[in-house]
């Protein structure tokens, strides 16, 4: 008799490529809510194709679903997935990641008055224009097949205690 193995199979970060954190606010009634757009460069090993399949592979590994919806982290602190702000900078921590980037002020004073950040993680490679071009950032993380197939999180922002 042939068993199966379902474990899954190590994370590899050539798999991924390289990961950028891209971020930005939004104006609501509310006032400004801070965002965060994760994906891969699509420069791992296989390429921009094998791509969603290693990020949904790291994502299930964190016990985060794809296509889901939101998820409220805020009160899962069982949840491997930590964003940490310092003054000048902040990482995406989740096993096998540690992204850091340099959020712009308005993101940070949202973050900080907020307490949280949304997070989109994309499966999608990112292909196309510059990270820090807000129209091409926008439309890639408003775009309905990003959104469909990227884990959505509300995440604490947690900060270095003095």
Known sequence: MTSISTAPRPLRPADLGTV?????????????????????????????????????????????????GVLDATGLPDLPVGLLVVPGAAALTMPGVNAQFVPT?????????????????????????????????????NHEDTLRTSAQLVLSVRSLRS
């Open 20 to 68: 950028v954190i891209m971020s930005w606010s939004r104006e609501t009634p509310d006032g400004d809510v801070p965002f965060l757009l994760a994906c891969s460069l699509g420069d791992g090993e296989g390429g921009p194709e094998a791509t969603p399949a290693a990020v949904e592979g790291l994502l299930s590994r964190s016990g985060i679903a794809v296509g889901d």
């Open 105 to 141: 002020p308005q993101w940070r004073a949202a973050a900080d008055a907020r307490g949280y950040a949304c997070l989109i993680f994309a499966t999608r490679p990112w292909t196309g224009g510059e990270p820090d071009d807000a129209e091409a950032v926008a439309a890639f993380a």
